[in-house]
């Protein structure tokens, strides 16, 4: 069963916004990660927030993380056509030997 | 060359067939996994290794069983193919250890129809 939930589902904007997507879950986790899909190709890791992290930041993304809510948000700044891709979230428990879990994502579409 | 390879990248099969799916990695990552992707599901673990001696049922294992041959080969098999196994399959890797410990590595993905 999924752990993280990604919101909203579908995300268009124009280029040059920003786009924000949230990702909930529901135990307790030892970091959350970041992922990104181009149509149908391997996903590509973005970034890596622990447990103790409230925010961290790669360039042009920005990752917050509340665990007293179970809820990360990604950030993309100054949105580009590619960064238009699927985006998951996928977290990794605490007991460090249980795969990560992901969540089904949120396509973002940048229209140039 | 890719860190992780998986061949085929497309496979097209018939109901009963039986299907190998087959992944290397250059990464030397001791830990490997299968995962399934259909639309809207997201991503599935199907099996994972921790190393060569380690085998581990995810979510979703039944219909498949997988073989570690080696710490940089990961087979997944579909015994006896149907229909709803149709989806893509991605193989991924991480470290155990160190500052990338779960940070994942996907291959290219293996686009699998069963007719």
Redesign the interface.
């Given at each position: 069963?999924?752990q993280g939930e990604e919101d909203p589902q579908a995300l268009s904007i124009q280029e040059g916004e920003n786009a924000t997507m949230n990702c909930s879950y529901k135990t307790s986790i030892?970091?959350l990660?970041w992922?990104r899909q181009n149509s149908?190709?391997?996903?590509?890791?973005l970034i890596?927030i622990r447990s103790n992290e409230r925010e961290k930041h790669s360039g042009r993304l920005r990752v917050t993380l509340d665990t007293s809510k179970k809820s990360s948000s990604l950030l993309i700044t100054a949105s580009r056509a590619a960064d238009t891709a699927s985006y998951?979230c996928?977290t990794?428990v605490i007991s460090?030997?249980t795969?990560?879990?992901?969540?089904?994502?949120t396509r973002l579409s940048v229209i140039a | 060359d890719a860190d992780?390879t998986q061949t085929p990248r497309n496979r097209i099969t018939k109901t009963g067939k039986r299907i190998m799916l087959e992944c290397s990695q250059t990464k030397g990552h001791d830990r490997m996994?299968w995962?399934r992707q259909d639309p809207?599901?997201?991503?599935?673990?199907i099996y994972?290794s921790?190393d060569v001696k380690d085998i581990n049922k995810?979510?979703i294992s039944d219909g498949y069983s997988v073989s570690r041959q080696a710490q940089a080969k990961f087979s997944l098999s579909l015994e006896s193919a149907i229909p709803n196994q149709t989806a893509?399959y991605?193989c991924?890797t991480s470290p155990t250890l160190g500052a990338g410990?779960?940070?994942?590595?996907?291959?290219?993905?293996s686009?699998l129809t069963v007719l």
């Amino acid at each position: 069963s999924q752990q993280g939930e990604e919101d909203p589902q579908a995300l268009s904007i124009q280029e040059g916004e920003n786009a924000t997507m949230n990702c909930s879950y529901k135990t307790s986790i030892n970091n959350l990660q970041w992922y990104r899909q181009n149509s149908g190709r391997g996903l590509v890791h973005l970034i890596l927030i622990r447990s103790n992290e409230r925010e961290k930041h790669s360039g042009r993304l920005r990752v917050t993380l509340d665990t007293s809510k179970k809820s990360s948000s990604l950030l993309i700044t100054a949105s580009r056509a590619a960064d238009t891709a699927s985006y998951f979230c996928a977290t990794g428990v605490i007991s460090g030997n249980t795969p990560l879990v992901f969540g089904k994502g949120t396509r973002l579409s940048v229209i140039a | 060359d890719a860190d992780v390879t998986q061949t085929p990248r497309n496979r097209i099969t018939k109901t009963g067939k039986r299907i190998m799916l087959e992944c290397s990695q250059t990464k030397g990552h001791d830990r490997m996994y299968w995962y399934r992707q259909d639309p809207g599901l997201g991503l599935r673990l199907i099996y994972y290794s921790f190393d060569v001696k380690d085998i581990n049922k995810g979510e979703i294992s039944d219909g498949y069983s997988v073989s570690r041959q080696a710490q940089a080969k990961f087979s997944l098999s579909l015994e006896s193919a149907i229909p709803n196994q149709t989806a893509l399959y991605f193989c991924a890797t991480s470290p155990t250890l160190g500052a990338g410990a779960n940070v994942l590595t996907f291959g290219a993905g293996s686009r699998l129809t069963v007719l």
